[in-house]
């Protein structure tokens, strides 16, 4: 005799559709799906395997968690969209049998939504309320917690050609380089020029940061102005940094 479970609505909302179209949610139920056996709490030896099947879903259908507290900016939305529209799905969204709430990728189920994707690829697991909650809370902070090899990382995306222009912010972030105004030497004043140089260096994702928000506020600050000397905004802004830590620094020197 099969079985019929169904969909609590989500907190505070009405199930939401789209365009008239059905849903073709289907709550896992037993025999349905190949599920694996699961590891008792006797079973210490063994990790438990809680995956119990993969389907895909209208993503209006996917109920959000109500403890959710993951905040998405748009920096990490467009990085996400770009990697949506490159690659497509690499990586199915997380539900709990039990609950019916999302564990993992609220915010890919949020633009499928807005792109008006069809279904989302769904892999289902079987935990407890309290095991649920401990996932939500603890899954992404411990895939924060990596660190990288800067030179394995570097050769990785090393003439590697990338088209979306969030992704290759993001490539750019991670691997120290920031993106620079162009600057024609031949659009600068006749007459004495000052000699352009270029420097390059190598700077760790912190320290990129770092540098990124230093020149981002000299900037705003009117620190970035084209002048005779140079027409590279950034490069000004960065001059202009330094040159207050060196004014700063030997002013302490003196005093002391």
Request: glycine fraction near 8%.
């Amino acid at each position: 005799m099969s079985s019929r479970t169904t969909r609590p609505s989500r907190p505070g909302k009405k199930a939401q559709t789209s365009g008239g179209r059905k849903s073709t949610r289907r709550v896992i139920v037993p025999g349905q799906v190949d599920a694996p056996a699961v590891a008792g709490p006797s079973d210490r030896n063994t990790w438990a395997t809680r995956i119990v099947g993969h389907t895909h879903e209208t993503p209006e259908s996917l109920l959000a968690h109500p403890f959710n507290y993951r905040r998405h900016p748009g920096e990490q939305r467009d990085a996400l969209r770009g990697s949506l529209t490159s690659f497509g799905w690499v990586k199915s969204v997380t539900v709990n049998r039990r609950t019916q709430h999302v564990i993992d990728g609220h915010a890919r189920i949020e633009e499928a939504i807005s792109k008006g994707e069809g279904t989302v690829p769904v892999e289902w697991v079987d935990m407890s309320e309290d095991e649920e909650r401990i996932a939500l809370a603890v899954l992404d902070p411990i895939s924060a917690m990596a660190t990288h090899d800067d030179a394995i990382l570097h050769d990785l995306v090393a003439g590697i050609a990338i088209e979306d222009e969030h992704l290759r912010a993001l490539v750019d972030t991670l691997t120290g380089q920031f993106t620079v105004d162009a600057t024609d030497p031949a659009a600068l004043a006749t007459g004495d020029r000052t000699t352009l140089e270029t420097m390059t260096f190598n700077l760790s994702s912190r320290q990129a940061s770092i540098v990124r928000s230093a020149i981002e506020k000299a900037v705003d600050a009117g620190h970035g102005s084209s002048s005779p000397e140079n027409e590279n905004r950034n490069g000004n802004a960065l001059a202009w940094v330094c040159e207050e830590f060196v004014r700063v620094h030997d002013a302490e020197r003196d005093r002391g």
